[in-house]
């Protein structure tokens, strides 16, 4: 889906830069077999934007602020990460006594906020990450977790990598969880971004 839009994208642009360029060769005369004082709009259409006066002007200008926001929407859209629903707190109910005369089984509840900021202590504590944002998803069946790291200079990517390793089987060790999708996305300091997945 997302190299579908992706495609999308570029022929929409494509097609926009290509009628806006025949548009102003029309107008300068440099576009072959077209004068420049034809019109490139039927007469009714003329007419009508004439008899509208300056609200034509103002009906274009709405319609491409609406235009540019949707678009806004759609790019931010399909560059930021899905984050999702998050992930609802866990619930833990301890095993029935042996004895009839025990206490009764009681239920203990794990915040998520607890799991992100534990996770997220553990990832800033390597010396090349500054910051760590954190957001579990999905269920308890299928957690999904997503994070961001603000890297310092000169940060060896494989190295984190194996860091990350570790700080996932600790998260699963400690929680209970095991995250079956996994993203991570790396904000160097002097350098483009670069997803891991």
């Given at each position: 889906?997302?190299?579908?839009?992706?495609?999308?994208?570029?022929?929409?642009?494509?097609?926009?830069?290509?009628?806006?360029?025949?548009?102003?060769?029309?107008?300068?005369?440099?576009?072959?077999?077209?004068d420049s004082s034809t019109a490139l709009l039927p007469p009714g259409v003329r007419n009508q934007w004439h008899d509208w006066g300056t609200a034509a002007w103002l009906i274009l200008a709405a319609a491409g602020l609406v235009v540019?926001?949707?678009?806004?929407?759609?790019?931010?859209?399909?560059?930021?990460?899905?984050?999702?629903?998050?992930?609802?707190?866990?619930?833990?109910?301890?095993?029935?006594?042996?004895?009839?005369?025990?206490?009764?089984?009681?239920?203990?509840?794990?915040?998520?906020?607890?799991?992100?900021?534990?996770?997220?202590?553990?990832?800033?504590?390597?010396?090349?990450?500054?910051?760590?944002?954190?957001?579990?998803?999905?269920?308890?069946?299928?957690?999904?977790?997503?994070?961001?790291?603000?890297?310092?200079?000169?940060?060896?990517?494989?190295?984190?990598?194996?860091?990350?390793?570790?700080?996932?089987?600790?998260?699963?060790?400690?929680?209970?969880?095991?995250?079956?999708?996994?993203?991570?996305?790396?904000?160097?300091?002097?350098?483009?971004?670069?997803?891991?997945?």
């Amino acid at each position: 889906m997302a190299a579908f839009n992706r495609a999308l994208f570029i022929a929409l642009a494509v097609l926009l830069v290509a009628i806006g360029a025949a548009g102003t060769l029309a107008s300068i005369g440099r576009l072959p077999r077209v004068d420049s004082s034809t019109a490139l709009l039927p007469p009714g259409v003329r007419n009508q934007w004439h008899d509208w006066g300056t609200a034509a002007w103002l009906i274009l200008a709405a319609a491409g602020l609406v235009v540019a926001v949707l678009a806004f929407l759609l790019i931010r859209a399909q560059l930021l990460p899905r984050s999702g629903q998050p992930l609802p707190d866990l619930l833990r109910t301890d095993p029935a006594p042996d004895r009839p005369d025990g206490p009764a089984p009681g239920r203990t509840r794990v915040r998520t906020t607890a799991l992100v900021h534990g996770i997220q202590r553990d990832l800033t504590r390597h010396p090349k990450v500054r910051r760590a944002s954190i957001h579990l998803g999905g269920d308890e069946a299928n957690p999904h977790l997503r994070a961001r790291l603000e890297l310092g200079d000169r940060c060896d990517v494989d190295q984190l990598q194996s860091y990350l390793t570790e700080s996932l089987a600790r998260f699963t060790a400690t929680s209970g969880l095991d995250p079956t999708v996994v993203h991570v996305l790396l904000v160097p300091t002097s350098r483009a971004h670069a997803r891991v997945r």
